[in-house]
């Protein structure tokens, strides 16, 4: 079922009545398809009810476009690789993130709450991130999955943008708040399997993106063009502050204190490889800042 709420509010109380948000479509629809979206429920966690489900098109109702330092969240991720405002490490970011038919589509509002591409998540096993109490990826196939955060849950976060953003320190609007971008995300624990804050019924409206001094996204991927994302890293320079965050290595987007903060990495035996790679894609981005 589709609903084509006429204004912001009116999507809201859809949304609160157990409807799921619709923008590019190019995520949801596919976990529509294959069950993992559940009415009333947030598609990145177990969630209760059963029936039909309910998508509620928000994409014209949502800002769009680039403002100044203002994304709003219904702005495609090929709108934002063609910006000349947008910093770099977040143009860059856009510009090699899936294919163009899906940068085309998809919004950066519904990138940032994109589900885990773990294939035992999508394939409905009965694992943590489902509910359930085992990772099935521990014991399984788990070469592109996370270096960092990797108990109870080693799904590796698959945005680029978002560490751009993260890198970057945006701030993200929604219909109830404004928080930093980080606090968008959290890992899962054993009463909330959840990967991010966000409430039911709650839509992110737009970013709010500082401008640095300079900026670079760099990303290793299984091949140059439309390959997955298996390290991202942004570094962003603003006065005598440098940040670096991390995209693919952790259940979610990730700030790295410093190149030492890897040496916390704890990689299942098959993600092991992604360390050193994630090592030198730091290396490489803070000597391209400098
Ligand atoms: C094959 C494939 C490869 C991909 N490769 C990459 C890659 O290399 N790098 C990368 O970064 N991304 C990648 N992606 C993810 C892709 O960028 C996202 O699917 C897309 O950006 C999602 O945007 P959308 O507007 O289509 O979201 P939708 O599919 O409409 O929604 C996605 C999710 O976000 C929610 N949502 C959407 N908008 C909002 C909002 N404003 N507020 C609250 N919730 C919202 C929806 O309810 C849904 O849960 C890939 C996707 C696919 C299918
Ligand atoms: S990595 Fe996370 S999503 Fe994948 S099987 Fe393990 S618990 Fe489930």
Redesign the pocket.
């Known amino acids: 079922m589709l609903a084509r709420p006429a204004s912001l509010d009116e999507a809201v109380r859809e949304l609160e009545a157990g409807g799921?948000?619709?923008?590019?479509?190019?995520?949801?629809?596919?976990?529509a398809r294959d069950g993992l979206?559940r009415p009333g429920g947030h598609?990145?966690g177990p969630g209760p009810g059963t029936g039909p489900v309910r998508l509620v098109d928000?994409?014209r109702l949502?800002p769009a476009g680039v403002d100044g330092t203002t994304v709003g969240?219904?702005t495609t991720?090929a709108e934002l690789a063609r910006s000349e405002t947008v910093p770099e490490a977040l143009r860059e970011?856009c510009r090699?993130?899936?294919?163009p038919q899906?940068?085309n589509?998809?919004?950066?509002?519904?990138?940032l709450?994109?589900?885990t591409r773990c294939w035992y998540w999508r394939l409905s096993f009965p694992c943590y991130l489902h509910g359930g109490e085992r990772c099935h990826a521990r014991d399984g196939e788990h070469r592109e999955h996370a270096i960092l955060a990797t108990e109870p849950c080693a799904s590796a976060h698959?945005?680029?943008?978002?560490a751009a953003l993260l890198a970057l320190g945006a701030t993200v609007r929604?219909t109830r708040r404004s928080l930093p971008l980080a606090d968008l995300y959290r890992l899962p624990t054993s009463d909330n399997r959840s990967l991010t804050t966000?409430e039911p019924g709650?839509?992110?409206?737009a970013l709010d993106v500082p401008a640095p001094d300079a900026s670079v996204y760099l990303r290793a991927?299984d091949r140059r063009a439309f390959?997955?994302?298996q390290v991202g890293v942004a570094a962003v320079r603003t006065g005598e502050e440098t940040r670096i965050a991390l995209?693919a290595v952790a259940p979610i987007p990730w700030l790295l204190d410093s190149p030492a903060g890897l040496d916390t990495a704890r990689p299942l035996p098959g993600s092991a490889w992604k360390v050193d790679v994630t090592r030198a894609l730091v290396r490489r981005a803070l000597e391209r800042l400098r």
């Open positions: 799921i948000a619709l923008a590019g479509g190019t995520e949801v629809l596919v976990l979206v598609v990145r928000v994409r949502l969240a219904a991720l970011a090699v993130a899936a294919s899906l940068r589509a998809g919004t950066i509002g519904g990138n709450l994109q589900t698959q945005s680029d943008p978002a929604t966000l709650e839509l992110v409206l991927a390959g997955s994302l995209a």
